[in-house]
């Protein structure tokens, strides 16, 4: 991938970075406001608005947190290297195409995907 063309991505995913943290402030601010001061129906509008935020919330730390890898990436020159254990091979051209944030290659993303399966797995085994 050409340099400018890192650098255009460089600065979109700056952008995204900041925008989630707006986000995220205005979230906690409304999250601060005390639900005990309105009446019933506001009151249960109100949790159900903050379960929602906090939903929000887990999704946008994980973007987040990939977002600011890939920032570290491209500041270390390495965007087009896989994130993958003893992998280091240049992530797919094509999956970098689609989608900016990629941080693996596909063998290390399927890996990946598999263990995130098993643990689910047996996470519901253990409810
Ligand atoms: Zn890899």
Not at 50 to 73: D, P
Not at 96 to 106: E, P, Q, R, S, Y
Request: charged fraction near 40%; hydrophobic fraction near 35%; aromatic fraction near 4%.
């Amino acid at each position: 991938m050409r340099k400018t063309e890192v650098a255009k991505r460089q600065k979109v995913f700056e952008a995204q970075r900041l925008l989630i943290l707006e986000d995220a402030n205005r979230i906690r601010e409304n999250l601060v406001a005390r639900p005990e001061d309105k009446d019933e129906v506001d009151q249960a509008n109100a949790y159900i608005e903050q379960s929602r935020m906090m939903q929000w919330g887990e999704k946008a730390r994980k973007q987040l947190r990939n977002i600011e890898r890939v920032l570290e990436k491209i500041q270390k020159d390495e965007y087009e290297l896989c994130d993958g254990v003893d992998c280091g091979e240049e992530i797919e051209p094509k999956r970098l195409a689609a989608n900016g944030l990629t941080l693996f290659c596909i063998q290390c993303q399927e890996k990946l995907d598999h263990q995130d399966r098993v643990l689910r797995g047996a996470r519901h085994m253990v409810h």
